[in-house]
């Protein structure tokens, strides 16, 4: 038997079953909250991870999902071109208002809100990624494409 996985976990397998996908969510006993623990985890490179990052427009407040590989970091300049205004990190509150996900856990889908979504380019160039699935001990591997397609994000050079 497995164990039946936590709320939050069990939200993002329900969200990829209702959107049609059979990626299968799966909790870790040690934590993946980091890029590194999730690779470590998942035993795949750190450029596979998917981290599920949250900006805020400085001037509109709206909130900007960042799908970036785990191996990147964001050149804010470079996203705030793509935005049409100046961005920034967004609060712990804010991830939380506008995912319904603590950091760490932050997933693609299933947020509370409809959010504008970017995705490293990065990311298209592996078979299969792996992205937080809603706790900082849960994950799943899905493909590029399948992530690109349940997000509706824009692909492009984010670091
Ligand atoms: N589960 C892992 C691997 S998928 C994960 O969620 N990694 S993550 O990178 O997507 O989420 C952690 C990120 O949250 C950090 O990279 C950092 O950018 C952001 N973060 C951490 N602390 C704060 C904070 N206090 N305020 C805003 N953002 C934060």
Not at 125 to 134: F, K, L, V
Request: hydrophobic share 40%.
């Amino acid at each position: 038997m497995t164990k039946p996985l936590s709320p939050s976990a069990q939200k993002v397998q329900d969200t990829l079953k209702a959107l049609g996908y059979s990626f299968v969510v799966i909790e870790s006993e040690t934590p993946t909250k980091t890029a590194e623990q999730a690779a470590a985890f998942a035993g795949c490179l750190l450029g596979q991870i998917v981290k599920s990052l949250i900006f805020q427009g400085l001037n509109s407040g709206k909130a900007i999902l960042v799908l970036t590989s785990g191996a990147n970091r964001v050149d804010e300049k470079r996203l705030s071109e793509y935005v049409g205004e100046p961005i920034g990190r967004a609060s712990p509150e804010l991830v939380r208002n506008t995912t319904g996900f603590a950091i760490g856990g932050v997933p693609p889908i299933g947020h509370v809100q409809k959010v504008e979504t970017y995705l490293d380019e990065d990311l298209m160039q592996y078979e299969s990624i792996w992205a937080a699935a809603g706790t900082p001990n849960s994950l799943f591997q899905l493909t590029p494409a399948a992530l690109q397609e349940m997000t509706g994000a824009k692909v492009a050079q984010v670091k």
